[in-house]
């Protein structure tokens, strides 16, 4: 008997604990064997078998429970130990995402004209001849059309090159007044390191009734608006054309980095291009259906105001997903 108090003590599981109750107390278990051998024992040793079996019943059983309390307890105290937390463990930095550059810049940008009560319009990017060109004044062979080097599809089909669609799309299906932007990516053939295939461009279209909207409210608005987004500029208003509006001009505003001195990134002009703006075209009016309407309407693009923003000198690395670069902006 003396085997199965050892195998008692040495047991290392609850589970071990079981097999050995099985081997000493089950139906064939040592107890068993012990007490039939009793059949053929004298009336006076039958007596004696049964005292010392009895005896050793009762000591197993209680061996048995006290082992497997003790079992019991360490099992606990080790499965507490592999799921505590180490609070006092240095754990590796964690990291945080951060909105990209460009989308930060686009919020922004958002913000403003928010605040200035202009609604959020957006369209498709796959769009139509006429919305990115014909119905902006741009007809077909018309040598404007160079300037977007535009990827087509088949059937008049294309990528938008501009936002400017979705001031058509918006006026064809709402009546003025308006007043919206609409943000999104555009797209062209291009790259180099000031251009990427895709970009982002805001449009703005303000329309109310004739003689209403002059080149005065457009020049308030987008002064403010520079300045809301690069502080303490100048700006300036310069000549230009786009074939969606009339008279057009080119925005400046005095350089950043050498506040007007003249350096390396405004190529020592003083001044940085940032947008093209004017008053509506009489033309784009007439291909949406409007009468007896005044306009202004502009356009940016998101990555030069990024790019001036965080002094990042190559746009294509804003889109090459480098982490390193990323992690700046956070
Ligand atoms: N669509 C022009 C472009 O992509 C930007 C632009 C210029 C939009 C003048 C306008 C505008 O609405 O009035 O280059």
């Not at 002064?223 to 310069?238: Q, S, T």
């Not at 003083?270 to 784009?284: K, S």
Request: charged fraction near 25%.
């Amino acid at each position: 008997m003396k085997e199965w108090y050892d195998a008692i003590q040495n047991a290392q599981s609850v589970e071990k604990l079981e097999e050995i109750r099985v081997s000493v107390f089950g139906k064939k278990g040592v107890l068993a064997l012990e007490f039939a051998k009793m059949k053929t024992a004298t009336d006076e040793e039958k007596a004696q078998i049964a005292k010392d079996l009895n005896t050793h019943k009762s000591a197993l059983t209680n061996e048995l429970m006290q082992r497997k309390i003790t079992l019991q307890t360490l099992e606990l105290q080790e499965a507490m130990r592999a799921s505590a937390i180490d609070v006092s463990l240095f754990s590796s930095k964690s990291q945080s995402g951060a909105l990209h550059p460009v989308m930060e810049t686009m919020d922004k940008i958002i913000e403003y004209f928010t605040a200035m009560n202009f609604d959020i319009k957006t369209g498709p990017m796959v769009e139509n001849d006429f919305y990115n060109f014909e119905a902006l004044n741009l007809p077909k062979y018309h040598p404007a059309r160079d300037m977007q080097d535009t990827f087509y599809f088949k059937d008049e089909m294309l990528l938008r090159t501009h936002t400017s669609p979705v001031q058509i799309r918006t006026m064809m299906s709402t009546k003025p007044p308006i007043r919206m932007i609409a943000p999104g990516a555009v797209f062209r053939r291009d790259y180099d390191i000031t251009h990427t295939p895709m970009f982002h461009q805001v449009e703005g279209l303000l329309v109310d009734e004739e003689g209403i909207v002059s080149f005065a409210n457009l020049k308030f608005i987008l002064e403010n608006f520079l300045k809301y987004m690069f502080g303490d500029v100048e700006v300036r208003f310069r000549p230009s054309f786009f074939p969606f509006t009339e008279p057009s001009a080119e925005v400046d505003i005095s350089c950043i980095f050498c506040k007007g001195c003249g350096c390396r990134v405004c190529s020592k002009t003083g001044w940085l291009e940032v947008l093209g703006c004017g008053i509506v075209d009489p033309n784009v009016f007439k291909a949406v259906g409007y009468k007896n309407v005044s306009g202004y309407a502009f356009g940016l693009g998101v990555e030069r105001f990024a790019m001036l923003i965080h002094q990042i000198g190559d746009l294509r690395s804003l889109f090459e997903g480098d982490i390193k670069l990323l992690e700046q902006f956070q």
